[in-house]
């Protein structure tokens, strides 16, 4: 070999480098892009399938109406939606005691939702058969009656602020 042949060839390893170190350096480049795609697939896999237990909305049934329903169904939603507006109002008058404005909103946004014309309905008769019976007990004299009727208008009809939702509670 001659010095202008080694010069060449020592030139051409110099720029192209050898053929078996550049494909290894770009399969080592190609297979550490690939684990790096493979771990952000996966981890993305993961996190838009995953449900938080929080977020899962509970599960509610709803009540059989017309020939398929229980006895009684109807009047067991009736009691359930009428427990759901006293426990409501309940609630509402602790956390206005209590100056709890985070939960005096949340609950007033369920009332509101509880509000609906059935449940109207359930509280103006009961409200009504409520006040007949103050108007006995005023006629009747007893005193601890009218106490006790007069507490249990005032658990139904609630705060003023629900008063204001129900006109005959006024």
Not at 3 to 17: E, F, K, L, P
Not at 34 to 58: K, W
Not at 119 to 127: D, F, N, P
């Amino acid at each position: 070999m001659t010095a202008a042949n080694v010069a060449s060839t020592q030139q051409g390893i110099g720029r192209t480098g050898s053929p078996g170190v550049v494909t290894a350096l770009a399969l080592a480049v190609a297979l550490l892009a690939g684990v790096a795609i493979g771990a952000f697939a996966v981890r993305a896999t993961t996190t838009t399938t995953h449900v938080a237990p929080a977020a899962v909305a509970p599960t509610t049934h709803q009540p059989r109406v017309g020939p398929m329903a229980a006895p009684g169904a109807a009047a067991t939603v009736a009691s359930r939606q009428m427990a759901n507006y006293r426990q409501l109002v309940a609630n509402l008058d602790a956390a206005r005691k209590a100056h709890d404005f985070r939960s005096i909103y949340r609950i007033d946004r369920a009332l509101d939702a509880a509000l609906t014309p059935a449940v109207i309905g359930m509280v103006y008769q009961e409200h009504a058969r409520l006040a007949a019976n103050l108007m006995a007990a005023y006629e009747r004299h007893d005193m601890r009656a009218q106490a006790l009727i007069s507490r249990q208008v005032q658990a139904l009809c609630g705060q003023p602020d629900v008063q204001s939702r129900l006109k005959f509670c006024n």
